[in-house]
């Protein structure tokens, strides 16, 4: 069974939204090595920028993508003809190559502020990878950092929670609407705070206890742990924000059952077959 439907925005956002949880994916296991080994850095400069790039920036786009589907489905309720009448998947793409340049754009900026063209430093004749700055650099890093969590997670954030918290009430108010399309739209809001506020927020604070103290703060890397859990959450919004998808998934779950169903069924008859013929000639 197929489906098949036209792309929409939200379709597209979550596209990327895909693309960058595969992203952050491919390079989790790398930090997650850097940080079994004590932060140092034994692979390649090269992968350090590589890895540190994309890393953080899938973290920041994430974020302005989730505020973009937010904004799509907030305009979606709240002027449902008008919007559908002016609703192009160009819409989407050009929101989408926006999240990517801008979260791009402000994470090459720090790292291009590191004084080492490849991030590797040297601190205890152990390389790190951009994680030692000079109190100099600490001075741009440290407020960069702090423009980057303003921007790039507590301004969509807020969005994201105001444009849900209005679509919410609009549903609720419409008596017409179904009990399930109700249910969707408040277990999509649930998810996309629940990943702002477990996956970004510890990450975030950390960039303001750091401006704040004049310092890096000494737990920021355990707050990275947490944004892992991101691509765990997502799919959650990918369920309730597309009905394709919802369609989709119960026919693969659907699918699935009747086959291992049949697979039971079959091994079942084969196992039992040869005691009942053993019966039959017990009693011959």
């Known amino acids: 069974m197929g489906i098949c439907t036209r792309a929409t925005p939200t379709n597209i956002l979550l596209l990327n939204l895909t693309v960058s949880d595969l992203l952050f994916l491919l390079f989790l296991p790398l930090k997650m090595y850097e940080a079994a080994s004590d932060m140092r850095w034994y692979l390649p400069s090269s992968i350090c920028i590589i890895t540190s790039f994309f890393f953080f920036s899938t973290i920041y786009a994430s974020s302005l993508l ?21 609703r192009r998947p160009m819409h989407g793409i050009a929101a989408s190559v926006l999240a990517w340049i801008v979260s791009g754009g402000h994470t090459f900026t720090l790292f291009f502020i590191q004084g080492s063209p490849q991030g590797i430093a040297i601190v205890e004749n152990h390389h790190v990878c951009y994680e030692n700055f000079t109190s100099e650099q600490l001075q741009i890093v440290l407020p960069l950092r702090l423009e980057i969590s303003v921007v790039l997670f507590f301004v ?3 969005v994201s929670a105001l444009c849900y918290a209005r679509l ?6 419409m008596p017409e609407m179904s ?4 249910q969707r739209a408040v277990a999509m809001a649930a998810g996309t705070l629940l990943v702002y506020l477990v996956c970004f927020l510890p990450f975030n604070i950390s960039h303001i206890f750091s401006f704040d103290h004049g310092n890096s703060a000494p737990w920021r890397s355990y ?15 990918f369920y309730f ?3 394709a998808f919802q369609a989709s998934l119960r026919t ?13 069924l079959g ?5 039992t077959g040869p005691t009942e013929r053993q019966g039959h000639l017990s009693h011959l």
């Open 66 to 86: 989730l505020m973009a589907v937010a904004v799509d489905r907030y305009l979606g309720v709240t002027f449902p003809i008008r919007y559908k009448l002016h």
């Open 156 to 158: 969509p954030l807020l």
């Open 168 to 173: 919410i009430a609009i549903l609720c108010g």
């Open 179 to 182: 009990r399930q399309k109700k």
């Open 223 to 237: 707050t990275l742990l947490l944004t892992a859990t991101n691509t765990v959450l997502d799919p959650i919004i």
């Open 241 to 243: 924000s597309s009905a």
């Open 252 to 264: 693969i779950l659907t699918q699935s059952w009747r086959s291992s169903s049949s697979c039971l």
């Open 267 to 271: 091994a079942a008859h084969q196992d």
